[in-house]
């Protein structure tokens, strides 16, 4: 590749440096001068050297140069002083740019070509000092064509005593340069009032830079932070994650991390951090620009909050809790500790929920939940269960020994008085307690738990039950046993059977009492003893008391209309918003008339019967439905139930009739007394448990209307047969 090709590429400086060389060259240590001079002036042809062979080809260079170039001259007054410069030779470009042709321009002074004194005095300082010189900003060169937006920078050097003189374009450099300082107020626009704060880091990550921009968004003043370590900004959660991201960032590459950052108030606001570290001559700075981005994080945490957390008390809902109980059993892998989970079981809330509606248990629950929470001290510990049961989650060393005494506290903490809807409460909780250590499934750790709340429960409530090895047996057998109970309700093993009930005077059968029974496949008969408390506890007896219920009055509908249908109810079943409902259609259905359908119930549920259940029994009273309160004498009944509730008649508990077997005078009395209140609230009155006809002929004697018991029939199922029973 020639010379020349290359040299219109070269760097000004360079090009100006090679110019020298190509001067210096073709004229060798000569002093170059003019041909032609005449007294007018210069109008000859040009550099005396111009025949010469190393003139031609400097010709040819200067002539490929892509900028306008000159070769001038120093005019000297007679005392010596240089007065003005005389063009030499001019290319192309510089004869255009001035608008004459090439040799138009030889003789041309330097102040006709370029008017300003600018131009001539920075020439004679570089005739002075010998040092080159770059002008900008003179106006004036050229003639004709589009004047330029930028005037062209001039290079003014010596070379072997002639002055050059060299005209460059600047009009796209200046526009680019231009432009830079555009983006730059752009950029710092940006800076100062964009939503994005963007901070330089240096190797150690320390704050170099950052943007005005922060103070808004966080308060700080960006020269506090100068020099301060980052890391002092970012919230201790998220250290680890963004030493982390770090460590990726060894080299070039950008991260991104959801993070909260210092306020200069001391809050944290949530902010999405993007990293670039920078290549080659700044590697191992870093660039991070955050986006505030708190009012969607707050908003996300919201939602997850309300999605795990019960709304009333802000627990944290079963699924929650259990999964923290897995990741607690987690992590007591090859530890050898234990932990414990507490089941809390509020006692009476169906009471206080018919007392109070639902809006006060609901008041009562919340008001629990913040009292085990204080009583615990980590509300992240506490979580709702279903329906009246709290969930505790007890890490060593709470869990070891002192996990009955944090019991007792939570059992102290939740009874202390209240009023709710203005009336004053003594609310009370019953506790269940289980231990398990790595690999026990949270829902069997659970499921024990709440089986020692139900043990408690069953204690009297208002204390706690540990699961020993035998309750544990005990619960499981009880679990395995509803599940049998809830197979043999689906299979249809179970069933009413009927007991007679006699007039004592007359020895006919005036109707008969429903009793549930189980027969199982096996042909075993499981009595109501054995299967009705597990029923009760585990939900399931208002399911038997219907079916029973439905049994019966179907039966009654075969038999003659004189005769009575004496049904069980549960305080469970009774409860049923719907009760008085389900009787009415189960009546319809079978078409038979509430008068002949008596309902018992024991005096121990009576006791336990709030406003609501009482409408309910009001309201079935109404319809013609006749209560009996069972199993009376047993249960320390208030006369005033037998008064205020529509109650028809009393039964007799039959221990009485028992003893009355063994001549005990004492229940003898009672039964007499009892007979006696009867008779004054004009109710009807059942005998249960007579077995003999001496029995049957005592009570009868004490005034009881009706017998029931062995001597009449034992439960079976129904046979047509009404045949009267002497006496
Ligand atoms: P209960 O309502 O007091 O029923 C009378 C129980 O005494 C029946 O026991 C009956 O077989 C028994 N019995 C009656 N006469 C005699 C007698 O002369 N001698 C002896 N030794 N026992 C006699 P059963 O059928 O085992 O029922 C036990 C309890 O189960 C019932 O006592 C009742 O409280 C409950 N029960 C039975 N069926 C149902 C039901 O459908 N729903 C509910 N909620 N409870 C039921
Ligand atoms: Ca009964
Ligand atoms: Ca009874």
């Known amino acids: ?35 032609g001079r005449d007294s007018s002036g210069l109008t000859g042809k040009g550099l005396v050297a111009s025949g010469s062979p190393a003139w031609a080809r400097s010709q040819s260079i200067f002539e490929s140069l892509p900028d306008p170039f000159l070769l001038l001259v120093p005019e000297k007054n007679p005392s010596g002083s240089i007065i003005d410069f005389v063009c030499v030779y001019a290319n192309g470009l510089a ?32 005739m002075e000092k010998g040092q080159a010189v770059v002008v900008e900003g003179l106006h004036g060169a050229g003639h004709g064509g589009p004047v330029p937006s930028h005037p062209p920078e001039i290079r003014l050097f010596l070379a072997n005593g002639l002055l050059c003189c060299l005209w460059r374009e600047v009009t796209d450099r200046m526009a680019i340069q231009q432009q830079l300082v555009e983006a730059e107020r752009r950029y710092r626009l940006l800076a100062r009032h964009g939503s994005d704060v963007v901070v330089e880091l240096d190797s150690d990550h320390r704050i170099i830079w950052v943007s005005e921009s922060i103070e808004t968004r966080l308060g700080w003043r960006p020269a506090v932070l100068l020099g301060q370590p980052a890391i002092g900004l970012v919230h201790r959660d998220h250290r680890g994650q963004v030493l982390l991201a770090g460590l990726r960032l060894a080299g070039p590459g950008s991260f991104r991390e959801e993070l909260r950052i210092l306020c200069a ?12 570290s920078l290549p080659r001559e700044d590697a191992g700075t870093l660039m991070l620009s955050f986006r505030d981005i708190h009012d969607q994080v707050r908003i996300r945490v919201e939602l997850d909050h309300r999605l795990q957390h019960d709304p009333l008390t802000s627990l944290a809902l079963r699924s929650v809790a259990l999964d923290r109980i897995r990741r607690a059993l987690d992590g007591l892998e090859g530890t050898g ?7 809390i079981g509020v006692d009476g809330l169906t009471q206080v929920n018919d007392a109070l509606t639902h809006a006060g248990g609901d008041k009562l629950i919340a008001l629990l939940a913040a009292r085990i929470v204080r009583a615990i001290g980590h509300p992240e510990h506490v979580g709702r269960g279903t329906g009246d049961e709290f969930i505790v989650l007890l890490s060593e060393p709470d869990a070891g020994a002192d996990v009955t005494l944090t019991a007792e506290r939570i059992l102290r903490a939740c009874r202390a008085p209240v009023s709710i809807g203005g009336q004053p409460i003594e609310p009370t909780v019953s506790i269940g307690i289980a231990t398990a250590r790595a690999g026990v499934l949270p829902d069997e750790l659970l499921r024990d738990a709440s089986l020692a709340m139900r043990q408690a429960k069953g204690r009297g409530r208002n204390c ?67 299967f009705l408390p597990c029923a009760e506890c585990r939900g ?17 509908s075969r038999l003659p209309p004189t005769l009575t249908m004496a049904v069980n109810v549960s305080a469970a079943t009774l409860a049923l918003p719907d009760y008085p409902q389900l009787v009415a259609e189960a009546l319809q259905a079978a078409g038979v008339l509430p008068e002949r359908l008596h309902l018992e119930v024991t005096e121990t549920a009576l006791l336990t019967i709030t406003d609501r259940i009482g409408q309910q029994i009001q309201q079935l009273a109404s319809s013609g439905v006749r209560w009996y309160v069972d199993d009376f004498g047993t249960g320390y009944s208030s006369i005033s139930h037998l008064r205020d509730l529509p109650i028809a008649g009393l039964k007799l508990d039959r221990s009485f009739t028992g003893a009355l077997r063994t001549k005990d005078t004492k229940s003898l009395r009672l039964a007499q007394a009892l007979v006696g209140v009867a008779e004054g609230l004009e109710l009807d009155t059942v005998a249960e448990g007579v077995e003999t006809l001496e029995e049957a002929q005592l009570l009868s004697s004490q005034g009881w209307l009706h017998g029931q018991g062995w001597l009449y029939g034992k439960a079976a199922p129904l046979q047509l047969d009404t045949a009267p029973v002497p006496l």
């Open 1 to 35: 590749m020639g010379f020349s090709d290359t040299f219109p590429f070269l760097h000004p400086v360079s090009r100006q440096r090679r110019l020298r060389e190509v001067i210096t060259d073709t004229f060798g240590g000569q002093e170059p001068h003019l041909e």
């Open 265 to 276: 108030d001391g809050g944290w606001r949530w902010m999405t951090g993007t990293a670039h």
């Open 95 to 126: 004869s255009a740019l001035h608008g004459r042709s090439p040799s138009g321009m030889l003789g041309a002074r330097l102040l006709d070509v370029q008017p300003s004194h600018g131009l001539f005095d920075h020439a004679l300082q570089v």
């Open 337 to 343: 500790l234990t932990l414990a989970v507490l089941s």
């Open 540 to 556: 399931l007896i208002a399911r038997i008391d219907l079916l029973v219920l439905r049994q019966a009055l179907a039966a009654l």
């Open 464 to 530: 706690y039950a540990l699961l020993d090895d035998a309750l544990a047996t005990e619960a499981h057998t009880l679990l395995l046993f509803a599940a049998e109970i809830q197979r043999g309700l689906v299979m249809g093993e179970f069933a009413a059977w009927f007991m007679p009930i006699v007039a004592f005077h007359t020895g006919q059968v005036t109707g008969y009492e429903a009793l549930a029974r189980w027969v199982r496949p096996d042909g075993i008969e499981v009595p109501p003893a054995d």
